[in-house]
């Protein structure tokens, strides 16, 4: 049941502090866990973080408990002869010991009575185009970094206090950056990471196999084959001190294959000395871009749990952001988390609401990409004839950096019954849907007429996958791509939950979605004066939304998930489909008593049905689940069908569903998800993530600042 | 006791299979461990190699014990409506089962009654000087690849049998070469490493969970997403085929810091796919260079454990080359093995045979390094009063792809008693020797005459550090350079062992060392017209070896390690200093019966009683002891003093200190150090590394094959 009102458990989960479009984190956050800086990983790094402080050199450090207890690599050395001590003066603070706030551009910590404050801050802003971004303001947007300070309030001391930053890292090594030339206090990993701060009488610089009490020092002061290393600050008696910090990456030359392409960022910095310079320089400037995205969030009339869920997504949305550079023009990737797949247009459509705020150039690069290099036309299957079908798109464009050749995924088999099969009606609204979406939404009209004769297209490809004839069309995908081989099927997004939402065919959740792209066309083509395919697509939309009315059981309240085989499965994404007119203030399509009225009668009995404990509420957890006959479910799509939810069917919602925020919240900020920063799939009685870990999605919570 | 006449124990080592100059390793070896490609690493890497046969598309698969059980990544993609199946219809082969032998430049395994055969080849041969390599010369020797092919001897068959090449590398996903416009078959990770094959009717390309039995296969029979990819060949039956393979690496762009450089054979290979393609062309002419390697190995009189020892030294130590490009220029790095230091002046002394053998240059241009950068001149302590000292270079050049600021090593710390301290003359005594070594062996009189005032400056340096004042001289170290600090000593390349071996002053093995290094420079001075000083140097000799014969203990009959506080540990490196007038076959110097008549009767009275059980050969294991009062041993130093022993001290071998080459080279057979492939730092008794894995100094073993 839900947990509001039981004490809050101790938090611990990583979040990832991210540069925009540099497929890069600094992740850290969960208790007794490494952490650091990683460059294309399906999860955190494993670096030693030594961040803290002590009231005087004579007491022990206090540490964030970001790291495993350190060893000293001496041995490795020195042999037998060694006695190598591992360093024992600190103290690893318990979550008890500190407080920590994860604002939406911020992550910070306080301790030693809120004299100690460490914070990272990610200054997410809207992003130019990069087409058009030049000199300067490339650096500001691009620049490959996430800030940071730590600071310590020795006003009422009577000894010079210090504060320590630093990073382990011994499989790879570190050195001084002053070894390269940079007039900063720092250390960089090879060419590829690192961190600074400004050199000043109260930095030093630490490296060894033990930053805490260095044992050998070399001429000055360091030891180059240790692999720990960290910065160590001193604030004298009486005083206050804040110190910047810089997190770096730089990752150069040739990043992708299929399609070879460098990061944008490397047009506009020499390399990463250049990049952290640049960070200290405008430090002030990216802390004012981060308080005012906190204030943001902060005015918002989100509770805490939901501000938390917004702030930590947004976070592992940045750390999957990838803008390369390919011929003279920009590459828009975001990566599927741990997946690492590449644009799956399955997200695509879900960051969609995000990036149109923040990026809407990604959204139109990405359609662009799938209509120049992903979209193919297929065949479909009746009985067990082939007829020509339509035009459609991949479910992605490559994984892990690799782009797959045009008009393949990296995912969709062949001949397959469930996962890994291909997605083409899912993928062909998806296009339909995010275009329309796009236009509307920024005005780019010359971009919609420019892709006249594709969303024509689009059309009677979803047309004839209804079916060929259209005497005999209800509005509803009946037909598989000639793409599943002999005996396989076409699957939905919902792919890893059970039948309910696996399978696109009679598919309520697609279904509806369907019904959704077609209010959309109807709007596109009277915008681009094309009265006859308009009124073609008014009524069929119509007459989808009257076929769905049939598929309504008069006996349960229910509409079944799949309209075959008497499935009986409840799902909440019945609704989704609406959340693209929602959006564009379709009022007509989303007036509860207006032209959907039957439907949404029955979507709210449904939906009300629906949200109640062992049906879409977990029965333990009091979590929200997409389909009742499945465990698994998706942060991402709850928060997408909650804002469709309370937007249109506030009378669906019990005490006992508004009360899931702290349950969907917890489960994020526990280990069972925390371990990975932002988890999509969630086994909803555990709250224990069962895959999309350290993932992009969770932005459709977005959706939720446009409730009034 | 030495276990020549025991079964041998059954075999289990990693080898490194390295192309020349590129810091990487496709190892494999060990039983049921991975590996696979390796860049820059400190140790093998993780990768699942699957490799092997089966007589029938029926049958179980038998594979090369070279992985852990694959698990299939299905379950992170569909969560739990998952039942994924690992692999099953594979057996691992046991060590029983199959024939592994490792050449000189080769390493082959045969199974199934000899039907199947798997080999690896690194056609190591003599490199020109980079500085002058050319075109297609350059592309042969450069080439960052291995050979190697796979073959079934079907001729028997009655059914086609089945051949298999995979590599399982989840973390970082490979892709088909054919999406780079590859025309090869075969995978790549990235840009950065990969295998390929000639492409044929008889060749199919395997990727997805499971390389075995392919579940999902998309449009053309491959799944990118998933991490295990895998070649299988067919072999027809009645056939006997066999199918040529290439593995490369290719690592574009900046290496190094400190100072910037990146790999010479990116000069000459546009990518990995140039280097796949140029291996797989030139296939034969590599194949026939290392069966030319492998053949002057079978032809030496080496034993078959001293060829094992060779053989496996010199994969490690080609595993650990780098040839750079620093402005215009070829930059030559060796590594140290897992502590990746650079060119550490101790190894460039040792490889100093082997490299002048195939690789003059080499020694050239590091010497040159070690002149322009990392030379230094220091002062010297005498009582408490710092003095004028000299000339010397330091202890390496950095660590990890890093240089260090010149006249500075990543290792010489200050105020340090022990490990990590200065050794200003043991740095300044390799100079010398290898200097004068490489001068007098390739007869590079220019450059012996660009290095006159050098070589001059070099011998004032070690005349003031046996005392400034020339009336107090013996020959012996007396004063620590003040590099060391207030309360610092230097130490020897030594270090790891006990005090006998680890303090420069007034050490016999420094000592030794020193009168070698005399002898060389009394010839170079005579052969650069310099009679004043080389009759010096020939002075000093001689008062170095009149010195040294009065620390012989006549009550013992053997020197004391160090000549301070009653030390009385004995050791083998006592005549290690003899090996460089050996080389360069200096008669007067190494006549029994010559000028170090008396010092070499005492050194042979020395040896004679240190090669036994429980002095200098391990009571327990029968293996060299370095020291009588360590039991860390270092496989490249007995190497070195077994052929000096051999060549001027053959009447101190005990058979027990003959048969010692068995224990040797099961030392390295074993897991305890085969786990790293090369290890030099090992524990005497239990024959387990303590040290210096993956470590590239065994090639001292290369001496061995002067001997008559």
């Not at 509860?592 to 949404?600: K, T, V």
Request: with cysteine; proline share 6%.
């Amino acid at each position: 049941m839900p947990s509001a009102s039981s004490p809050a458990p101790s938090e611990s989960y990583h979040t990832q502090h991210s540069p925009f479009g540099a497929f890069a984190s600094f992740t850290l956050g969960l208790v007794d866990s490494p952490g650091g800086f990683g460059h294309a990983l399906r999860g955190p790094a494993r670096q030693n973080l030594y961040i803290g402080f002590r009231a005087s050199t004579k007491t022990d450090w206090n540490l964030l408990p970001y790291f495993t207890p350190p060893k000293s690599n001496e041995t490795a050395f020195i042999g037998e002869a060694a006695v190598p001590q591992a360093p024992k003066n600190y103290r690893s603070l318990r979550p008890g010991d500190y407080d920590r706030h994860l604002g939406w551009a911020s992550d910070t910590w306080r301790a030693g009575d809120n004299r100690f404050t460490f914070s990272l801050l990610t200054p997410f802003s809207r992003i130019p185009d990069p087409a058009k971004l030049r000199g300067e303001e490339a650096r500001f947007f691009l620049a490959p970094l996430v800030c940071g300070f730590i600071e310590y309030d020795n006003r009422q001391g009577k000894t010079p206090a210090e504060l320590i930053f630093g990073v382990g890292e011994p499989d790879l090594g570190l050195h001084p950056l002053s070894d390269d030339a940079s007039p900063l206090a720092g250390f960089s990993c090879g060419t590829d990471f690192g961190y600074a701060t400004k050199p000043g009488k109260n930095v030093e610089l630490r490296q060894g196999f033990d930053v805490f009490t260095p044992k050998f020092r070399d001429y000055r002061g360091l030891l180059v084959i240790g692999g720990e290393t960290a910065l160590v600050f001193t604030v004298p008696a009486g005083q206050k001190k804040r110190f910047p910090l810089a997190l770096g990456f730089y990752n150069a030359g040739t990043i992708t294959t299929g399609l070879a392409s460098s990061y944008a960022y490397t047009n506009h910095f020499a390399d990463l000395r250049d990049a952290l310079a640049h960070g200290l320089q405008h430090h002030a400037r990216y802390t004012r871009l981060a308080r005012d995205r906190d204030a943001e969030l902060d005015r918002s009339r989100l509770n805490a749990d939901q501000r938390f869920l917004l702030a930590q997504s947004t976070h592992s949305y940045l750390g999957n952001t990838q803008l390369l550079w390919h011929r003279g023009k920009p590459l828009w990737v975001v990566n599927e988390g741990e997946y690492r797949m590449m644009n799956t247009f399955d997200l695509t459509v879900d960051h969609l609401f995000f990036e149109l705020e923040w990026l809407p150039w990604a959204v139109r690069d990405t359609l662009d990409l799938f209509v120049n290099r992903y979209a193919y036309t297929d065949r479909i299957r009746i009985s067990d004839r082939l007829v020509p079908g339509g035009l459609s798109f991949t479910h992605d464009m490559g994984v892990m950096n690799h782009f797959t050749p045009p008009g393949r995924s990296s995912y969709e088999c062949d001949n397959v019954e469930g996962c890994f099969s291909h997605m083409t009606m899912e993928q062909l609204l998806n296009w339909v849907l995010t275009a329309v979406t796009y236009a509307e939404k920024t005005g780019d009209r010359p971009w919609l007429r420019r892709n006249k004769s594709l969303l024509l297209a689009c059309a009677e490809s979803l047309h004839r996958r209804d079916h060929p004839d259209p005497k005999k069309r209800d509005g509803i995908l009946k037909h598989d791509t000639s793409r599943t081989g002999t005996h396989g099927w076409e699957i939905t997004t919902y792919d890893s939950l059970d039948v309910s939402l696996g399978q696109s065919r009679n598919n309520l959740y697609l279904a509806v979605k369907t019904l959704g792209a077609w209010v959309l066309l109807e709007n596109a083509f009277a915008r681009l004066g094309l009265k006859k395919d308009s009124a073609d697509a008014c009524a069929t939309a119509d007459l989808l939304a009257s076929s769905l009315t049939k598929k309504f059981e008069t006996d349960t309240g229910f509409f079944p998930a799949v309209f075959e085989k008497g499935n009986r499965s409840r799902i909440l994404p019945a609704a989704e489909g609406f959340v693209y007119p929602l959006y564009l203030d379709y009022r007509d399509a989303i007036d509860p008593a207006g032209r959907f009225a039957p439907l949404f009668d029955q979507l709210r009995q449904h939906l009300t049905q629906a949200l109640k404990p062992g049906v879409c509420l977990d029965a333990t957890s009091g979590g929200w689940k997409m389909s009742s006959t499945s465990r698994n479910t998706w942060f991402s799509k709850i928060a997408l069908a909650q804002h469709v939810i309370r937007e249109l069917f506030p009378e669906s919602l019990s005490e006992a569903a508004l009360a899931a925020d702290r349950v969907h919240a917890d489960w994020q900020r526990q280990p069972g998800c925390g371990a990975f920063a932002l988890c999509d799939q969630i086994l909803s009685d555990t709250g224990v993530t069962c895959g999309s870990r350290y993932y992009p999605r969770g932005v459709t919570a977005w959706l939720w600042l446009l409730e009034k």
